[in-house]
């Protein structure tokens, strides 16, 4: 079976940084664009940050020039570098794979950033 493991979350200061973790395993992972979501109190969730299996990446308007996606194909595992944090992004954050092929999805369980002073 597909599971999505993410890590890094926690509480930092606004202006801080915080690095999320998501290793996949069950799937052919250089098969997937992988992602990162994200779902604050009361609101949809949204896109932050998509890498594509060969590195091509897409961003937010909301976290260009903040956040930075990448993946390491060798080790299934792609990562969130966020820097310049702002309590706007306080969110559960999720780890996506989309296999471009079929559309199908897989989520993660979700980590929690809160960015307060």
């Known amino acids: 079976q597909v599971k999505l493991v993410e890590s890094g979350g926690g509480l930092v200061q606004p202006g801080g940084s915080l690095r999320l973790s998501c290793a996949a395993s069950?799937?052919?992972?250089?098969?997937?664009?992988m992602g990162w979501y994200r779902q604050a109190p009361g609101k949809q969730r949204e896109l932050v940050a998509t890498?594509?299996?060969?590195?091509?990446?897409n961003y937010a308007d909301s976290v260009k020039g903040r956040f930075t996606v990448s993946r390491d194909n060798a080790k299934n595992t792609v990562f969130l570098q966020m820097n310049s944090l702002t309590p706007e992004d306080t969110a559960v954050y999720y780890c996506?794979?989309?296999?471009?092929?079929?559309?199908?999805?897989?989520w993660g369980q979700g980590t929690q950033v809160t960015v307060s002073s």
């Open positions: 890498v594509s299996g060969g590195g091509s990446t």
């Open positions: 069950g799937m052919i992972f250089s098969m997937h664009r």
């Open positions: 996506n794979a989309w296999r471009v092929i079929s559309g199908t999805t897989y």
